[in-house]
């Protein structure tokens, strides 16, 4: 099933994803859609917050990335339940963008190296290093769980200049390929 992504303004994104248990209803099934829905939408990584469902929970898959890089990345995963317990090395920037914002990249700062914990699609427990791409695309999915975007890590100038495009995704007016869910804003309609 191929769910529509939630787009920015919408108040789902900025909340806080919960943990689950193994007993979380269909969960095989809902990974499955995770996936088809991220590649649906040419995306690299999905959080559950971007399908309406504040748990902690996002797939990736950097295969894509493959044709921009030298060597090539074989990076497909479910992260359940993660949690950064480590951020270290320099800052590093890279021109990110996102599902829910769509028609922006920007380069944003992160650092380079992570350690995080989590949990599979089998309920393995993992505690790993990732650098790199990888390491990129997992910060910017844990950001989803913590409510942020990140047009949020700009400086203010970027973001001041992007402040109408933002406002044209909310409001439902720049064009997108895939199906997305729009806040219901107070004014008038879009
Ligand atoms: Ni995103």
């Given at each position: 099933?191929?769910?529509?992504?939630?787009?920015?303004g919408h108040p789902n994104l900025r909340k806080i994803a919960v943990d689950i248990d193994k007993d979380y209803p269909n969960l095989d099934k809902f990974i499955e859609s995770m996936y088809e829905s991220m590649y649906?939408?040419?995306?690299?990584?999905?959080?559950?917050?971007?399908?309406?469902?504040?748990?902690?929970?996002?797939v990736v898959d950097a295969t894509p990335f493959s044709d921009e890089i030298p060597e090539p990345i074989e990076f497909k995963r479910v992260f359940i339940n993660a949690k950064i317990i480590e951020r270290t090395g320099d800052d590093w920037a890279f021109q990110e963008g996102c599902l829910s914002v769509?028609?922006?990249n920007e380069e944003v700062m992160r650092p380079a190296k992570i350690r995080?914990?989590?949990?599979?699609?089998?309920?393995?427990?993992?505690d790993e290093?990732?650098?790199?791409?990888?390491?990129?695309?997992?910060?910017?999915?844990?950001?989803h769980l913590?409510?942020?975007?990140?047009v949020d890590r700009l400086s203010p100038l970027r973001k001041t200049i992007?402040?109408?495009?933002?406002?044209?995704?909310a409001k439902g007016k720049t064009k997108v390929s895939y199906r997305m869910i729009y806040p219901k804003l107070k004014n008038k309609r879009k």
């Amino acid at each position: 099933m191929i769910y529509p992504i939630v787009a920015y303004g919408h108040p789902n994104l900025r909340k806080i994803a919960v943990d689950i248990d193994k007993d979380y209803p269909n969960l095989d099934k809902f990974i499955e859609s995770m996936y088809e829905s991220m590649y649906e939408s040419n995306g690299v990584g999905l959080a559950a917050p971007q399908v309406n469902r504040s748990i902690r929970l996002f797939v990736v898959d950097a295969t894509p990335f493959s044709d921009e890089i030298p060597e090539p990345i074989e990076f497909k995963r479910v992260f359940i339940n993660a949690k950064i317990i480590e951020r270290t090395g320099d800052d590093w920037a890279f021109q990110e963008g996102c599902l829910s914002v769509p028609g922006i990249n920007e380069e944003v700062m992160r650092p380079a190296k992570i350690r995080i914990q989590y949990y599979d699609e089998n309920w393995e427990f993992h505690d790993e290093y990732f650098d790199d791409i990888p390491a990129r695309i997992i910060q910017h999915e844990y950001d989803h769980l913590e409510g942020i975007l990140f047009v949020d890590r700009l400086s203010p100038l970027r973001k001041t200049i992007l402040k109408g495009k933002l406002m044209d995704i909310a409001k439902g007016k720049t064009k997108v390929s895939y199906r997305m869910i729009y806040p219901k804003l107070k004014n008038k309609r879009k």
